[in-house]
Nanobody, 124 residues
Framework: QVHLVESGGGLVQAGGSLRLSCAAS????????MGWFRQAPGKEREFVGG????????RYADFVKGRFTISRDNAKKMVYLQMNSLKPEDTAVYYC?????????????????WGQGTQVIVSS
C-alpha cells in the first residue's frame, strides 16, 4: 500500500483556481491508478477524476469536465488536481486515493489507500 498526503486546499472566490497535490510514499507509486474524490457535508463521497498508472488515461466526473485536470509525476510520486473556474458547489473535502488495479474506476470501494483530505471552500 501507499501512504497519501494531500495539500493545497483553501478558501477561494468563485471563478478562481486551486491546485491540489497528493504526495505518496511506501509502495511503488507507478503501479497505482490514482483518483480524486470529494465529500461535501451531508453528502456521499463522489468521484472527481482519475488517472492511470502511466498517466495516459484520465477520466472525469461530468460536473468537472473542462474545469479540472488531473496529472501525475511518477518520479516525484505526486498526483495533482488543477481546479479552474471554481464554483461554490465545489466546496468539499477533497481526497486522494490509490488502487492497484489498472482501470480508472469511479467507485470509492475500489480504492485501497486514502489520504486524510484537504478542505476546499469556494465563496460566492
Amino acid at each position: 500500500q501507499v501512504h497519501l498526503v494531500e495539500s493545497g486546499g483553501g478558501l477561494v472566490q468563485a471563478g478562481g483556481s486551486l491546485r491540489l497535490s497528493c504526495a505518496a510514499s511506501g509502495d511503488t507509486f507507478s503501479r497505482y491508478t490514482m483518483g480524486w474524490f470529494r465529500q461535501a457535508p451531508g453528502k456521499e463521497r463522489e468521484f472527481v477524476g482519475g488517472i492511470s498508472w502511466s498517466g495516459g488515461s484520465t477520466r472525469y466526473a461530468d460536473f468537472v469536465k473542462g474545469r479540472f485536470t488531473i496529472s501525475r509525476d511518477n518520479a516525484k510520486k505526486m498526483v495533482y488536481l488543477q481546479m479552474n473556474s471554481l464554483k461554490p458547489e465545489d466546496t468539499a473535502v477533497y481526497y486522494c486515493a490509490a488502487r492497484s488495479g489498472a482501470m480508472v474506476t469511479v467507485l470509492p470501494s475500489a480504492f485501497d489507500s486514502w489520504g486524510q483530505g484537504t478542505q476546499v471552500i469556494v465563496s460566492s
